[in-house]
Nanobody, 115 residues
Framework: QVRVLESGGGSVQPGGSLKLSCVFS????????IGWYRQSPGQERELVAG???????RYGDDVSGRFHISRDNAKNLVELQMYDQEREDTAVFYC?????????WGQGSQVTVSS
């Protein structure tokens, strides 16, 4: 089992930047894809960004070009750098780790974009 611990997030004005970090522990040698989903009130959870063990990245359409995901396998760490944030980015962000087709989830981090 993989344990997921998130940090970062908070409040930012439109156009600003925030970073989310996630550290994994437990059976991390079996981790495959890792990254973040987000969920806004009344909306379904959607992919923000994911990165494979080999470094292949994928982004949600709404964040492509504004967010950057990076992974450090030696430190069991994944980071999401968010730039040029928009009010529509306001959501709870959930870090995940995929192992054998099953995701382990973090506790959720609130990101609020407002002036």
């Amino acid at each position: 089992q993989v344990r997921v611990l998130e940090s970062g997030g908070g409040s930012v004005q439109p156009g600003g930047s925030l970073k989310l970090s996630c550290v994994f522990s437990g059976t991390t040698s079996m981790m495959e894809g890792i990254g973040w989903y987000r969920q806004s009130p009344g909306q379904e959870r959607e992919l923000v960004a994911g990165i494979s063990r080999g470094g292949m990245r994928r982004y949600g359409d709404d964040v492509s070009g504004r967010f950057h995901i990076s992974r450090d396998n030696a430190k069991n760490l994944v980071e999401l750098q968010m730039y040029d944030q928009e009010r529509e980015d306001t959501a709870v962000f959930y870090c995940y780790a995929g192992t054998g087709g099953v995701n382990s989830w973090g506790q959720g981090s609130q990101v609020t974009v407002s002036s």
